[in-house]
């Protein structure tokens, strides 16, 4: 059994930083990609930052210089540090993980937390 626990989440004043965490549990041999999501009401799921097992990132355009997503492979955690924040990254934010499992070494599955609430104010 594999889980994903967001933690970090909360209240902040615009400008403000926050930093999420997302740590791997479980039954676990391997992970490869790590990935930060975030979603509002009626809006799709949208990817926010994603890490590779060797450190190379990818951001959306719209948190670019502002958000930097890091790991730490010996804890199987990713984080989120999200710094000058906007009303507008207000959202229930979700980390995924491409790993492969001690009983299926040799192929990935996608697993996600259960999602952790930032709200900015203006």
């Known amino acids: 059994q594999v889980q994903l626990v967001e933690s970090g989440g909360g209240l902040v004043q615009a400008g403000g930083s926050l930093r999420l965490s997302c740590a791997a549990s479980g039954s676990i041999f391997s992970i490869s990609a790590m990935r930060w999501y975030r979603q509002t009401p009626g809006e799709e799921r949208e990817l926010v930052a994603s890490?590779?097992?060797?450190?190379?990132?990818n951001y959306a355009d719209s948190v670019k210089g502002r958000f930097t997503i890091s790991r730490e492979n010996s804890k199987n955690t990713v984080y989120l540090q999200m710094n000058s924040l906007k009303p507008e990254d207000t959202a229930v934010y979700y980390c995924?993980?491409?790993?492969?499992?001690?009983?299926?070494?040799?192929?990935?599955?996608?697993?996600w937390g259960q999602g952790t609430l930032v709200t900015v104010s203006s």
């Open positions: 995924n993980a491409d790993l492969a499992t001690m009983t299926s070494t040799n192929k990935n599955f996608r697993f």
């Open positions: 890490i590779t097992s060797d450190g190379s990132t």
